[in-house]
């Protein structure tokens, strides 16, 4: 099985317990409240929302993907980590097994009062695929435009998850 890692590293105005409660804690409302072209919903099936949890994300009619589903591997709300795993959906392919992501948020030393969103995803390979660049490209413009929209939602809404 070959592994694939990428890194990004993102900064942001918004505090950090702020960029967490919304992307992460709060993302099952608010990602289809924000993208209701792209989401239609998002279900837990197993567990609180917590480590173990599986979650489904359904995509709305027309979008090239119909659904994935993520199994909570990691919620620390104290250090701001979450790690989770696509375990199924259409991304997947017939070349990846799965896709585990940590997500680490913390304080901006640079933009004080901000943070830095530290993104890492492993893309596992079926046999010896290697996922490259150019084969994850939609799916990283994905995730920043998903981050980039509830970063202006929380500029715009300042007592929110305050």
Same mark, same amino acid.
Do not use: W
């Given at each position: 099985?070959?592994?694939?890692?990428?890194?990004?590293?993102?900064?942001?105005?918004?505090?950090?317990?702020?960029?967490?409660?919304?992307?992460?804690?709060?993302s099952k409302s608010l990602?289809?409240?924000?993208?209701?072209?792209?989401?239609?919903?998002?279900?837990?099936?197993?567990?609180? /929302? =917590?480590?173990?949890?599986?979650?489904?994300? @359904?995509?709305?009619?027309?979008?090239? &993907?119909?659904?994935?589903?993520?199994? #909570?591997?990691?919620?620390?709300?104290?250090?701001?980590?979450?790690?989770?795993?696509?375990?199924?959906?259409?991304?997947?392919?017939?070349?990846?097994?799965?896709?585990?992501?940590?997500?680490?948020?913390?304080?901006?030393?640079?933009?004080? /009062? =901000?943070?830095?969103?530290?993104?890492?995803? @492993?893309?596992?390979?079926?046999?010896? &695929?290697?996922?490259?660049?150019?084969? #994850?490209?939609?799916?990283?413009?994905?995730?920043?435009?998903?981050?980039?929209?509830?970063?202006?939602?929380?500029?715009?809404?300042?007592?929110?998850?305050?």
């Amino acid at each position: 099985m070959g592994v694939t890692t990428f890194t990004e590293e993102i900064n942001s105005p918004i505090t950090p317990i702020r960029l967490f409660k919304a992307l992460i804690v709060d993302s099952k409302s608010l990602i289809p409240k924000l993208l209701p072209q792209f989401v239609e919903n998002v279900v837990l099936l197993q567990g609180d /929302g =917590g480590a173990g949890s599986i979650e489904q994300v @359904n995509f709305t009619k027309g979008n090239p &993907f119909e659904f994935v589903k993520h199994r #909570i591997d990691e919620l620390d709300k104290e250090n701001m980590v979450c790690k989770y795993t696509m375990i199924e959906g259409d991304p997947l392919g017939q070349n990846l097994d799965f896709i585990s992501y940590e997500i680490k948020i913390e304080e901006s030393k640079i933009n004080i /009062g =901000g943070c830095i969103c530290k993104m890492t995803t @492993n893309y596992h390979g079926i046999g010896d &695929f290697f996922a490259k660049e150019e084969d #994850i490209k939609d799916g990283k413009d994905s995730a920043k435009g998903i981050y980039k929209t509830v970063e202006t939602y929380l500029i715009q809404n300042p007592n929110l998850y305050a």
